[in-house]
């Protein structure tokens, strides 16, 4: 009686032990598949917002680049209004200013001459606009930004790589 006991014991352990493990195998294709499936949804939304930030920085370098076309255009009229004279520092940083406040989000204008000598700079932080006096103003004259984009003709731009904002150098 007690071998035949046993034996339905083993039996029913064999047999449920086959079962837990069937349930065991379908649970886990089923979590694999539903995994899959995350991971798909994942990939495709990460897709969409890279597309998205791409399309976004694009528009707004675009904007910058018409926002400091336009300035320059608003500089050399000033220039070629005056034919032989020199650059009038009042007027052009008066125009900076004006720009600085429509544009808060350049952190810095500068113009710089032939040789990397800032003429003007104006700084714009929280704390406001801030006209550089003249012996705080810094030659950029070495720094790679500058030695690049002054070889540009009339029209061009110069995108240079992101760095921190050197001061003093």
């Known amino acids: 009686m007690e071998s035949a006991r046993a034996q339905i014991f083993q039996l029913?352990?064999?047999?449920?032990?086959?079962?837990a493990l069937a349930c065991i195998l379908l649970l886990s294709i089923y979590l694999l598949d539903e995994?899959?499936?995350?991971?798909?949804?994942?990939?495709?939304?990460?897709?969409?917002?890279?597309n998205n930030a791409s399309r976004d920085a694009d528009?707004?370098?675009?904007?910058?680049?018409r926002d400091l076309l336009h300035l320059s255009?608003?500089?050399?009229?000033?220039?070629s209004?005056?034919?032989?004279?020199?650059m009038p520092i009042a007027e052009t940083t008066r125009k900076f200013i004006i720009f600085s406040e429509i544009k808060p989000y350049f952190d810095q204008v500068r113009f710089l001459g032939m040789?990397?000598?800032?003429?003007?700079?104006?700084?714009?932080?929280a704390a406001g606009i801030e006209v550089v006096p003249k012996e705080r103003l810094q030659n950029?004259?070495?720094r790679y930004y500058f030695k690049d984009a002054?070889?540009?003709?009339?029209?061009?731009?110069?995108?240079?790589?992101?760095?921190?904002?050197?001061e003093g150098k």
Do not use: Q
């Open 12 to 19: 029913f352990i064999r047999r449920f032990s086959l079962l």
């Open 115 to 125: 040789s990397g000598m800032e003429v003007i700079r104006i700084n714009h932080s």
């Open 59 to 65: 528009h707004v370098m675009k904007r910058v680049l």
């Open 35 to 50: 995994r899959r499936e995350l991971l798909e949804h994942t990939k495709t939304l990460e897709i969409t917002l890279i």
């Open 73 to 79: 255009k608003e500089i050399e009229s000033g220039l």
């Open 81 to 86: 209004s005056r034919p032989g004279a020199s």
């Open 140 to 142: 950029k004259g070495d």
């Open 150 to 166: 002054i070889s540009l003709k009339k029209g061009e731009v110069y995108i240079s790589p992101l760095d921190l904002n050197i």
